[in-house]
């Protein structure tokens, strides 16, 4: 069974870079059939794609926030990454790490969520 | 604002059937069969309910249901449950040169 896990610090503050990682159990981050996402939710508030990432590093980003967004991925450790830099008290947030198919798009394994907290 | 419009909410009681519709345009829920639904219990991360408008996953009750006419998709809800109260949202490919998935602002199902 494919799992996801998020980690990283659940503080960040304000204007300095959000660092998360996701880690991939159970199956491989270069499955030809899939991409691996990110997604937030603020508190109280839907849900917003954040970006994705191809096994062999190719990018979709999220054009409101595509100038502080980095999504990177390291198959030797099956695993991908989220930079997020400059935040601010609007980017406080559950970050969702998601695997989904091409070109259908549908998010089906979906890591727990952690909470990051924008602060000083 | 979402890019697709979803009702705040919804209700209905044990049994009854419910529908959430999910509004977009020709670039995404009317151009393309890639309409998916998400459900979400408080404090879990979302779960697919339904991909590529009206495919379940494995696992996922027939009481759950998907279509679509034009530009709105719906997610139906027969014989509903106490379990099924939770917060549904709708997503869709889009062939926005600069937008990749779009999500619906979510529905709130409350089971009376």
């Known amino acids: 069974q494919l799992q996801l896990q998020e980690s990283g610090p659940g503080l960040v503050k304000p204007s300095e870079t959000l660092s998360l990682t996701c880690t991939v159990s159970?199956?491989?981050?270069?499955?030809?059939?899939?991409?691996w996402g990110w997604i937030r939710q603020p508190p109280g508030k839907g849900l917003e794609w954040i970006g994705s990432?191809?096994?062999?590093?190719?990018?979709y980003y999220n054009p409101s926030l595509k100038s502080r967004v980095t999504i990177s991925v390291d198959t030797s450790k099956n695993q991908f990454s989220l930079k997020l830099s400059s935040v601010t008290a609007a980017d406080t947030a559950v970050y969702y790490c998601?695997?989904?198919?091409?070109?259908?798009?549908?998010?089906?394994?979906w890591g727990q969520g952690t909470l990051v907290t924008v602060s000083s | 604002q979402s890019a697709l419009t979803q009702p705040a909410s919804v209700s209905g009681s044990p049994g009854q059937s419910i529908t959430i519709s999910c509004t977009g345009t020709?670039?995404?829920?009317?151009?393309?069969?890639?309409v998916s639904w998400y459900q979400q219990h408080p404090g879990k991360a979302p779960k697919l309910m339904i991909y590529?408008?009206?495919n379940r996953p494995s696992g996922v009750p027939d009481r759950f249901s998907g279509s679509k006419s034009g530009n709105t998709a719906s997610l139906t809800i027969s014989g509903l449950q106490a379990e099924d109260e939770a917060d549904y949202y709708c997503?869709?490919?889009?062939?926005?040169?600069?937008?990749?998935?779009?999500f619906g602002g979510g529905t709130k199902l409350t089971v009376l």
């Open positions: 998601a695997r989904h198919a091409q070109p259908s798009r549908d998010f089906d394994y």
């Open positions: 159970g199956g491989s981050i270069s499955s030809s059939s899939y991409y």
């Open positions: 990432i191809y096994y062999s590093g190719s990018t």
């Open positions: 020709s670039s995404d829920v009317g151009g393309y069969n890639y």
């Open positions: 590529e408008v009206s």
């Open positions: 997503s869709s490919y889009t062939s926005s040169s600069t937008l990749y998935v779009v």
